[in-house]
């Protein structure tokens, strides 16, 4: 008899089979067992593979524990075409950054790969398409941004937006969007994030640790530089994956890298003012890698578990693609303040203006950003009340301890 998942449900068996075809199987007869009496809705499998972003995963893991024919074909088939995808992808990508390696290291300019891209290089990928990549990420000295901007405009990338120099320093961009003649989008970074954000996002450091990748002229950066730019990306910079299972995943396959210890990340951790959320991305990948699990205690309740019911509502919804990836950020931010305090510093966040609205300008445009304040304002309201009626929660003070290694000291 099939068994009805709730939303977090679904996410734990896909959870479960990740960790299981990640340690190299074989698929164990539970697992076999929960999958032929899995059941749910076609729209709640689908919002679990787009909006957690594990559909390629997944369809590698249900071929390499050979569950392509228990699974329900309203997961199977979406999922087993998504890995088809992205790993064609893989292969595309792969072509293009050793033509981009080359160019630029012919120019003198040195270059990393970063997020998927970097996990693409960097050979931790149990197969190609395993990860999604819908785009190109590179980082190069600061000094060295128009050099390696001419470099992709000779190979026919053109710019998605100019760099404004009259930036002042707290709001400095801190990379330039190209497109290549196919579409393909290229993100050409040289920090990690804006200058506001301090010296956590500068990577001067980075290109001397950096080791080499599976793509002549190009680096990858070093284990622990990779795993802790995947953790920044979750928890503080990405709309569209932030407590994602997907999120957990990247840094589950950022530990397989040659040299990680991590260790050497939780020292990092020791000097961040804000630890809890980096924590809570850890604990969450500690449930799909031992690696991890050996170094610190798995979260109790992942995010990815605390969020499903938020994100398989949000994946029903049709609403466009900035929206979609605000409300995403939104449920993490308020996770957080729910859990942990700080519901000043959400407030704030609430009442800026909702991106692309002009802060200076005309009167029009003044009139333009108080009602877009205003209707940001609205918007961020009920998302938070959604979220209220939604997710449980849970205070807790403090955060978990850095490490069981501590007490092996």
Known sequence: MRQSLTPAQVRRLLA?????ALDGGPAHSQLIERWAKAQASEPRWIAALTWDGVGAAVGWALTALDLKG???????TPATVAYEEATAQSVQLSTCLERLG????AAGVPSLALTGTALLLHD?????????LGDIDILVPEAQVEPAAWVLESLD????????????????????????ADG??????????????????????????????????MRVPSAVDLFWHLLFHDARNH??????????LDLALAARARGFDLSDVLRRLEDDARPAPLLDAIGDAAHLSPLIAAGIEPASQPRYLRLAGWRDAIGRRRWSSTAIAEAIAWGPTLDRARRFGGWAGVFDRALRLAPGVPSTGSLL?????AFGAVRHAGFVGTLAATHLLSVPGRRETGSRGLARMSRDR
Not at 124 to 132: E, I, K, N, S, T
Not at 365 to 369: L, P
């Open 16 to 20: 479960r089979t990740l960790r299981v």
């Open 70 to 76: 228990v699974a329900p074909p309203e997961v199977e």
């Open 102 to 105: 080359v160019e630029l290291e």
């Open 124 to 132: 931790v990928l149990p197969a190609p398409g395993v990860r999604w």
């Open 157 to 180: 990338y053109v710019r998605a937006g100019s760099r404004s120099a009259a930036a002042v320093e707290p709001s400095r961009s801190y990379h330039e969007t190209f497109l290549g």
């Open 184 to 217: 393909q989008s290229l993100e050409l970074h040289w920090r990690l994030g804006p200058a506001r954000w301090g010296d956590d996002w500068t990577t001067s450091a980075w290109f001397g640790r950096s080791v080499p990748s599976s793509a002549p002229g």
């Open 239 to 248: 709309a569209w994956s932030s407590g994602s299972l997907r999120a957990a």
């Open 365 to 369: 445009a003044r009139i333009g950003r």
